[in-house]
């Protein structure tokens, strides 16, 4: 089984988990780790519909494919890592002070009804390409970036409690669409979280100042998770 996993700038962690695990994946897998660029890029209109194929349109993107599935790497299975990232939008509420349901001092309060609607909006495209994937045949599987680890930014701009409920909330609608389309998720194992939900620091990227991504350890686990996925009997 050939699995490509690609997506945003969290492929990075899975790339270097895959070089830890290399000479270790189950007999028959082989997987090819390979990005598809920044995460500012996916709400926008980075492919058109090619009815047999998604045609990457946006320039930085076409530096790693010019279509999906590539014709290189006959995959058997797509992983995305793009759907389950809520920090595009997070940034923009928590920076100018809007939470879900209740008022911040400086700011305003958002509907639930509103969220989700930024929510779908911010992954339109990913959705639609997990659509057209889906209806030429291709399975997809989401994969999870980490969750929020205990030092993040947003964290210390807001009442951490109100940050985790935007946090959260984004990934159960992400889920929800995910469910209702038939990819199946590869989500964070859960000894990789303490006992609030934070990612445990053990997994935190080696830069000091990167506050979001994991390390090869975490993408060695989602690798790992990955390969099994796929050969357990429901997916066989």
């Known amino acids: 089984m050939k699995i490509l996993v690609t997506g945003d700038s969290h492929t990075g962690a899975l ?3 895959l070089a830890l695990l290399r000479a270790g994946l189950p007999a028959g897998i082989d997987i090819l780790v390979k990005p598809l660029g920044g995460g500012h890029i996916l709400p926008t209109p980075f492919f058109r519909d090619a009815g047999s194929h998604a045609a990457i349109t946006d320039p930085d ?3 790693n494919f010019h279509r999906l599935p590539p014709q290189a790497f006959q995959a058997d299975v797509i992983a995305l890592s793009a759907p389950l990232w809520p920090m595009r939008v997070m940034h923009k509420m928590v920076w100018s002070r809007q939470s879900i349901d209740i008022a911040v001092p400086g700011g305003q309060p958002v509907s639930r009804a509103l969220f989700r609607r930024v929510v779908l909006e911010d992954q339109r495209y ?3 390409l997990c659509e057209l994937l ?3 045949g291709m399975p997809v599987v989401a994969l999870s970036p980490p969750v929020m680890f205990r030092d993040h930014a947003t964290l210390r701009h807001m009442d ?8 959260d ?13 038939g990819v199946a998720v590869v989500d964070v ?6 006992s609030e939900g934070y990612m445990r620091p053990e997994f935190r ?5 990167d506050e979001h991504h994991a390390n090869a350890a975490f993408g060695a686990l989602m690798i790992e998770a990955l390969a099994q996925s796929l050969q357990a009997p429901a997916n066989a």
């Open 126 to 128: 990913v959705l639609a």
């Open 134 to 136: 889906k209806r030429i």
């Open 205 to 209: 990227h080696e830069t000091p100042e």
């Open 15 to 17: 790339a270097q988990g």
């Open 189 to 194: 194992p859960a000894h990789c979280l303490d």
């Open 169 to 181: 909330l984004y990934r159960q609608i992400m889920l929800a669409e995910l469910a209702e389309r």
């Open 61 to 63: 993107y076409r530096r």
């Open 160 to 167: 951490p409690a109100l940050v985790r409920r935007m946090f």
